[in-house]
């Protein structure tokens, strides 16, 4: 039914399919530009990521070298404190891996009720 509407929508105002594709090119123009720019958001972010563990491992490696041998207990409280470093660093991109994931849910909610909508309309 929808689609009847929409042939007689086009035959008003004089539209042809070549139009229709001229537009459908430039949404997936759109589209495909927003892709790679969340790719780009997404690579900085891992890289951010990836240089504070190597940062955080760097002083690791650095305080072991300069520092004798403690207790055992020293150096055991030490090693969690710098896995911890490591872990919130991880727990901080888990987290906004979530959050991208959380809205490409919504988006999939959202498409799902429209299609609901459509099929209830026909």
Do not use: C, G, P, W
Not at 15 to 21: I, L
Not at 76 to 88: A, F, G, H, Q, Y
């Amino acid at each position: 039914m929808n689609s009847i509407k929409l042939v007689k929508a086009d035959v008003q105002s004089d539209n042809t399919a070549e139009d229709f594709s001229e537009k459908k090119k430039k949404k997936n123009k759109r589209k495909n530009k927003k892709k790679r720019k969340r790719k780009k958001k997404r690579k900085k972010i891992e890289i951010k990521i990836e240089m504070k563990t190597e940062i955080i491992i760097d002083e690791i490696k650095k305080k072991k070298k300069k520092k004798r041998k403690k207790k055992k207990s020293a150096a055991i409280r030490e090693n969690s404190i710098e896995l911890l470093n490591i872990k919130d660093v991880e727990i901080e991109y888990l987290h906004h891996k979530n959050a991208s994931l959380q809205e490409k849910l919504n988006h999939i909610q959202y498409l799902l009720k429209m299609t609901v909508e459509f099929i209830k309309d026909d």
